[in-house]
């Protein structure tokens, strides 16, 4: 995958001063044998220079880890701790921190080799928090050795994520569609976020696309799209627009990134779109999103955000769904709950007319854009890639500004059934447990928009710990919760 960081997680451990030095230093070897064993040593780097026990070694540890190129970093109590010095580390320290904090080894070694960093994290949390600042801690942050690099593994998907959201751009082209103030995007809390943003109009990217006539370019990225499609191939001579259109995005993207590291787009898709451009863009979309550049459909700029950070996390494509019908009766019951313990509001489907990237679909095909072709002459609908999303788990979720400019977000992991859809689009049965109630208590009453990143895989602990590290408040994180855990708003007589 393009467009996403890499990261290197510098280890610093810190001691107290009145504790023996040698805990922190034989705990953070013991640590860093312990990863490269699981994991190998690639995405980590142990910091030699000092342990960190007064504000000097905390400078000294800042340039060593900077020096080596890391952008995240962990805090690794190997005894106590100086509580001072090490949330120091965190405010100073340009990138996100994660603490983490050493068990006691064995009964024999409780009077010299005692560490009480069970006792200095909650100094830590503390002092954090006095300061203001932000660090991810892990649900249970103490643990042997083994234990805290599992942990550090964990962590690195979380700081991946917010390593790209500080150094990305979305670029986005045009107006939301009338009729879409769902997708209203109040854009201050993107700079809130570290995020930028370029917003154009269509007619910039309509000059860029004329600019593009004849590009040489254009035949070698037909064949590729020839090559993907193979033989869902239905609408051929529609392949060298869709083609320059690409050649136009990728282009603006070098050309506007300006300082930032990675991008992503809101783009528009109608509804004069099709009439100027001759196409729908859904298939190019769909190909940008599978190198790991999210487009979001209808100009969804928080969509687009959405689908970058699940991108981080998960290293795959993802895709941006309405939330859009329900499971009929009839397909429930013959093909769901015969084989499933789902109810049939467990289920929906999700849908959009063709961006979601071949490689998560069944089988796909090149076809027009049903939808749109019930007003619109169908040769300028072309350029859906249609078909069934494939079977799998799956995380459903959002991060959005809310009218008054406040950060919400949802997670809930599910699965996409292998029950054809016998619809037309990218489209799955989805089946998220308890999603009646999640729809009616954290969509509608959170006031979300209809549309959903997805991201292939079950990635729920890492986007709510992302979403918490980003400030939005957990109680305005939403989730699926289980039958017996009554939502705020939900009618206790119901």
């Not at 007064?54 to 995240?72: F, P, R, T, W």
């Not at 290293?315 to 084989?339: E, G, M």
């Amino acid at each position: 995958m393009q467009n996403i960081p890499k990261v290197k997680v510098g280890v610093v451990a810190v001691s107290r001063d009145c504790f023996p030095e040698s805990l922190s230093v034989n705990r953070r070897k013991a640590l860093m044998k312990a990863y490269e064993e699981k994991f190998g040593q690639e995405d980590l780097y142990e910091c030699p220079i000092c342990i960190v026990e007064s504000e000097i070694h905390m400078v000294q540890a800042l340039e060593d880890v900077k020096k080596a190129g890391c952008n995240a970093l962990v805090v690794y109590l190997g005894n106590f701790g100086p509580e001072i010095s090490e949330t120091l580390l965190a405010k100073h320290f340009d990138g996100p921190v994660m603490f983490v904090a050493a068990a006691e080894e064995s009964g024999d070694s409780l009077i010299q080799g005692r560490g009480d960093a069970y006792c200095g994290m909650l100094n830590a949390s503390y002092n954090l928090k006095l300061r203001n600042i932000r660090a991810y801690i892990p649900e249970y942050p103490v643990g042997t050795a083994q234990e805290c690099a599992d942990m550090i593994h964990e962590f690195l998907p979380i700081a991946r994520a917010l390593v790209g959201l500080s150094s990305l751009k979305i670029i986005s082209f045009g107006p939301r569609p009338l009729n879409f103030l769902a997708c209203n995007a109040p854009i201050k809390q993107l700079y809130n976020l570290g995020v930028e943003i370029e917003e154009n109009s269509e007619l910039d990217l309509f000059e860029a696309f004329h600019k593009h006539d004849n590009d040489p370019r254009i035949p070698d990225v037909v064949k590729d799209m020839e090559k993907e499609l193979g033989e869902g191939n239905q609408k051929p001579q529609i392949l060298s627009k869709l083609a320059q259109y690409e050649l136009t995005l990728l282009d603006w993207v070098e050309e506007h990134k300006g300082y930032r590291k990675y991008v992503t787009i809101a783009g528009k898709c109608w509804p004069a779109f099709q009439t100027q451009f001759g196409f729908v863009p859904c298939y190019v979309n769909s190909r940008l999103a599978g190198r790991g550049i999210p487009v979001s459909c209808e100009v969804d700029i928080y969509g687009a955000l959405s689908e970058f950070i699940g991108t981080c996390v998960s290293q795959d494509a993802v895709t941006l769904l309405d939330i859009n019908n329900t499971v009929p009766a009839d397909i429930y019951h013959a093909d769901i709950k015969p084989s499933y313990a789902y109810t049939q509001k467990d289920t929906f489907m999700g849908f959009h007319c063709g961006n979601t990237c071949s490689r998560k679909l069944n089988s796909c095909s090149m076809k027009y854009q049903l939808i749109m072709a019930r007003s619109l002459p169908e040769e300028v609908t072309q350029g859906t890639l249609e078909g069934d999303i494939a079977p799998g788990e799956i995380t459903f979720y959002r991060l959005q500004s809310t009218a008054d400019c406040k950060l919400r977000a949802y997670v809930a992991q599910g699965e996409v059934l292998p029950v054809a859809t016998r619809s037309f689009g990218s489209i799955g049965i989805f089946a998220i447990p308890e999603m009646g109630r999640f729809y009616r208590h954290v969509l509608i009453e959170g006031n979300y928009p209809h549309h959903g990143a997805v991201a292939f895989g079950h990635y729920g602990k890492a986007l709510y710990e992302v979403f918490k590290y980003l400030g939005v408040e957990p109680e305005e994180i939403g989730f699926n919760q289980p039958k017996e855990m009554r939502y705020r708003t939900e009618n206790p007589f119901a």
